[in-house]
T-cell receptor, first 114, second 109 residues
């Protein structure tokens, strides 16, 4: 079974630009989660998508947004990039959130904002 | 708000010695707790979750609701156990995971 995949692996942007990160969940998984792992701040929850809808978001500004497509893959968009957005962005997926399933993680996209 | 605390950022033991990675939590609901591990240059992967009560790679963890702890233990550490370990709490609604800051375990030969 293929795991969660993310693209690109690395992304370099300049301040003020927009970044788009992509995630494909494990086949059969309908929920996608995004987390930010910034240096010194640990892993922080960003967004949760389930069945194409945003279900929950963490304590991040609105310039962090995303969507989930009919095939359950997801995009994370970060607008007006700031230097502190430099981090590893992890995507995770689960099968049935109502049963509090285990979240399986992708390898991450490392975003560097210059 | 939920919170997970891992008091040790770094932990170093010798091969064959027992190891305990501490995790404390605060949560008003019924906690669902996990240990994730990240080996060098690998993705974050599940080590164990408390409801399954399994022993994975010799590791065990017991949920102590009285002490609000979920410490990870292994009686005899191996060099291949060297990794970053994260304790995490899943909200009742089944959405977000709240992670501790992680403990970097080094097992010396």
């Amino acid at each position: 079974e293929a795991g969660v995949t993310q693209s690109p692996t690395h992304l370099i942007k300049t301040r003020g630009q927009q970044a788009t990160l992509r995630c494909s969940p494990i086949s059969g998984h309908t929920s996608v989660y995004w987390y930010q792992q910034a240096l010194g701040l640990g892993l922080q929850f960003l967004l949760w998508y389930d069945e194409g809808e945003e279900r929950n978001r963490g304590n991040f500004p609105p310039r962090f947004s995303g969507r989930q497509f009919p095939n359950y893959s997801s995009e994370l968009n970060v607008n007006a990039l700031e230097l502190e957005d430099s981090a590893l962005y992890l995507c995770a997926s689960t099968r049935l959130t109502r049963r509090r399933e285990t979240q399986y993680f992708g390898p991450g996209t490392r975003l560097l904002v210059l | 708000a939920q919170r997970v605390t891992q008091p040790e950022k770094l932990l170093s033991v010798f091969k064959g010695a027992p190891v305990e990675l501490k995790c404390n939590y605060s949560y008003s609901g019924s906690p669902e707790l996990f240990w994730y591990v990240q080996y060098s240059r690998q993705r974050l992967q599940l080590l164990l979750r408390h409801i399954s009560r399994e022993s994975i790679k010799g590791f065990t963890a017991d949920l102590n609701k009285g002490e609000t702890s979920f410490h990870l233990k292994k009686p005899f550490a191996q060099e291949e156990d060297s990794a970053m370990y994260y304790c995490a709490l899943l909200e009742t609604s089944g959405s977000r995971l709240t992670f501790g800051e992680g403990t970097q375990l080094t097992v010396n030969p």
